[in-house]
């Protein structure tokens, strides 16, 4: 069964950490760029942050830029989002998505991407 599966959400005091991680199965991850989405309640989803081939080709949007670091492991065919210095804005249900790197991009646009993730919730009170 081709799949990304999204795990490690949870809840979090300001300030903390949470390392989220993305899955895939029935397709090898390292021929794709992934991306981290959020979508908060009411708001429109947005990208946080992603990779392509290599480590250098990580991007992160403003609002994440020095807190979250984002990684993959190819061998475990997996993408990680460590997030560190939470804050309750951060509170969103948490989607990876996987796009071929054919295409050219090392950031999956959200509405072309190949395969998505059904979510995991974070949530940043206290």
């Known amino acids: 069964q081709v799949q990304l599966v999204e795990s490690g959400g949870g809840l979090v005091q300001p300030g903390g950490s949470l390392r989220l991680s993305c899955v895939a199965s029935?397709?090898?991850?390292?021929?794709?760029?992934i991306g981290w989405f959020r979508q908060a309640p009411g708001k429109e989803r947005e990208k946080v942050s992603c990779?392509?081939?290599?480590?250098?080709?990580?991007h992160y949007e403003d609002s994440v830029k020095g807190r979250f670091t984002i990684s993959r492991d190819n061998a475990k065919n997996t993408v990680y989002l460590e997030m560190n210095s939470l804050k309750p804005e951060d509170t969103a249900v948490y989607y990876c998505?996987?796009?071929?790197?054919?295409?050219?991009?090392?950031?999956?646009?959200?509405?072309?991407?190949?395969?998505w993730g059904q979510g995991t919730q974070v949530t940043v009170s206290s």
């Open positions: 998505a996987a796009e071929n790197l054919l295409s050219g991009s090392d950031c999956p646009r959200w509405i072309v991407a190949d395969y």
């Open positions: 029935g397709f090898r991850l390292r021929y794709y760029a």
């Open positions: 990779i392509g081939a290599s480590a250098s080709s990580a």
